[in-house]
C-alpha cells in the first residue's frame, strides 16, 4: 500500500527567505508525485507533478519540487516566500502504470504561514 | 473553460437527514473522482468513475453512502441517513483518459462541499 508522509504540520517562514516544505512517500514500483495547495475556504489547486525525466519540477507560483528517488522524496521549494503563500500544502502519490493513476494517496498536509 | 464545479458549497444538517453533493467535472472528463476530508485528517478516496460506470468505489465508508453518474456527465454523491462522523470537506476531481494507459495525468479539484452533520 501506499503512503505520504508531511513530518511538518507547519512551516513558519518570513516573507522573502526560502522555504521548504518536506514529503517522502512509499509506493510499489515508481511513483507519480503532485503537489496541491489549498487556500483558506478554497478547493485543492494544481500545482506540479512529477512523471518522469528531469528530477527538478517547476510549477505554478515560482514553486518546484526535486524528485529523489534515493531518498523517497518530493520536497516542495520556493526561493522567496510571499505572504500570499500561506496556505495548506499537500503531497500525493500514485504508482505508475496499470492504469491506477486516479487514485491519490495524500499526506496529512503542511499549513505554511509566510510572515510579514 | 469552467473547472470542476461543485454545489453546494456549504451544508448543515441535522443527524439523520439526507445530503445529496453535484459535482460537474471538465467538460471533456471521463474520469471522474470522490474524494473526502474529514476534519484534521488525510484527503481519503472515496470514488472513481469511468464515465458512467464505477471503477473503484474501495472507499467508500459505508452503505449510506450511493454515488451515481448517469449519462457519464455530473455526478451526485448521497449520504443516507447522515451521522455526525460524515461532516468534512468533500472534494470531486476530474481528469482526461488518454489512450495507451496511465500517463500522470493531471487531476483537477473542485472548490469541495463543506458538509457539517449536527
Known amino acids: 500500500a501506499q503512503s505520504v508522509a508531511q513530518p511538518e504540520d507547519q512551516v513558519n517562514v518570513a516573507e522573502g527567505n526560502p522555504l521548504t516544505v518536506k514529503c517522502t512517500y512509499s509506493v510499489s514500483g515508481n511513483p507519480y508525485l503532485f503537489w496541491y495547495v489549498q487556500y483558506p475556504n478554497r478547493g485543492l489547486q494544481f500545482l506540479l507533478k512529477?512523471?518522469?525525466?528531469?528530477?527538478l519540477v517547476k510549477g505554478s507560483y515560482g514553486f518546484e519540487a526535486e524528485f529523489n528517488k534515493s531518498q523517497t522524496s518530493f520536497h516542495l521549494k520556493k526561493p522567496s516566500a510571499l505572504v500570499s503563500d500561506s496556505a495548506l500544502y499537500f503531497c500525493a502519490v500514485t504508482p505508475k502504470g496499470g492504469g491506477s493513476n486516479y487514485k491519490l494517496t495524500f499526506g496529512k498536509g503542511t499549513l505554511l504561514t509566510v510572515n510579514p | 473553460e469552467a473547472g470542476v464545479t461543485q454545489f453546494p458549497s456549504h451544508s448543515v444538517i441535522e443527524k439523520g437527514q439526507t445530503v445529496t453533493l453535484r459535482c460537474d467535472p471538465i467538460s471533456g472528463h471521463d474520469n471522474l473522482y470522490w474524494y473526502r476530508r474529514v476534519m484534521g485528517k488525510e484527503i481519503k478516496f472515496l470514488l472513481h468513475f469511468v464515465k458512467e460506470s464505477k471503477q473503484d468505489e474501495s472507499g467508500m465508508p459505508n452503505n449510506r453512502f450511493l454515488a451515481e453518474r448517469t449519462g457519464g456527465t455530473y455526478s451526485t454523491l448521497k449520504v443516507q441517513p447522515a451521522e455526525l462522523e460524515d461532516s468534512g470537506v468533500y472534494f470531486c476531481?476530474?481528469?482526461?483518459?488518454?489512450?495507451?494507459?496511465?500517463?500522470?495525468?493531471?487531476?483537477?479539484f473542485g472548490e469541495g462541499s463543506w458538509l457539517t452533520v449536527v
Open positions: 476531481a476530474s481528469s482526461q483518459v488518454r489512450r495507451g494507459g496511465s500517463s500522470g495525468n493531471t487531476i483537477y
Open positions: 512529477y512523471i518522469t525525466g528531469d528530477n
